[in-house]
């Protein structure tokens, strides 16, 4: 999985309530993605990051904030979650001078 | 808008025979078209990648073929073989380096013995 780590692997939240998720990398990649995971619709950007607190929207950006402070740590938070973010959302990074993008394991997330 | 149709949604194959999926795109900017390959609960990995100067990139039994003029882009799986039983993502994307990338809808591979 590319040195990429992500917290919680599984997590159930009610609606409302916030959720952050956590995508932990140890090899100083400078870019790193949020996409999230759902039937029918492959996988799709919500937010990126070039940089320490370098962020940009993707195309399905609305109801997530990101966050990052340190290069290995790239935080995805759905400030009020809603059921239509039951998904499984995965981090990715693209190392220095690549085209390709890695991913991690994917976190789970259920909103009832 | 799915910026990336990929087809069929699920496909079997016998042991030994030939899977191929077809992902079709419009917007002309796309440069970079990686395949990746999705096991249940995991992450999807990076399986080939092509950039439009050439027509078909080969590594071991895994072939994309690229078609510019039609743009559109295939993979081929040669020799399927039931370890190969799993979801793949065509996708594509435009420039050099990190860019978004734009996925297919996915489709679910199985091979049969």
């Known amino acids: 999985d590319a040195g990429i780590t992500q917290s919680p692997r599984h997590k159930v939240t009610e609606t409302g309530t916030p959720v952050t998720l956590r995508c932990h990398q140890t090899?100083?990649?400078?870019?790193m993605y949020w996409y999230r995971q759902d039937p029918g619709h492959g996988l799709r950007l919500i937010h990126y990051?070039?940089?320490?607190?370098?962020?940009d929207k993707g195309e399905v950006s609305d109801g997530y904030s990101v966050s990052r402070s340190k290069t290995e740590d790239f935080l995805l938070t759905l400030e009020s979650a809603t059921s239509s973010q039951t998904s499984v959302y995965f981090c990715?990074?693209?190392?220095?001078?690549?085209?390709?993008?890695?991913f991690g394991p994917g976190t789970r997330l259920t909103v009832t | 808008q799915q910026q990336v149709k990929q087809s069929p949604q699920s496909l079997i194959v016998q042991k030994g025979g030939i899977s191929i999926i077809n992902c079709a795109y419009e917007?002309?900017?796309?440069?970079?078209f990686p395949w990746y390959q999705q096991f249940p609960g995991k992450g999807p990995a990076l399986l080939i990648a092509?950039?439009?100067?050439?027509s078909e990139k080969k590594e071991g039994r895994f072939t994309i073929s690229f078609n510019k003029s039609a743009k559109q882009f295939s993979l081929h799986i040669m020799d399927s073989q039931p370890g190969d039983s799993a979801t793949y993502f065509c996708?594509?994307?435009?420039?050099?380096?990190?860019?978004?990338?734009?996925f297919g809808t996915g489709t679910r591979l199985t091979v049969i013995p």
């Open positions: 990715a990074i693209t190392p220095a001078g690549k085209d390709e993008q890695y």
């Open positions: 090899e100083n990649h400078r870019y």
């Open positions: 990051s070039y940089g320490v607190k370098d962020t």
């Open positions: 917007n002309t900017a796309f440069d970079y």
């Open positions: 092509i950039r439009p100067d050439v």
């Open positions: 996708a594509a994307s435009k420039g050099y380096g990190a860019n978004n990338l734009f």
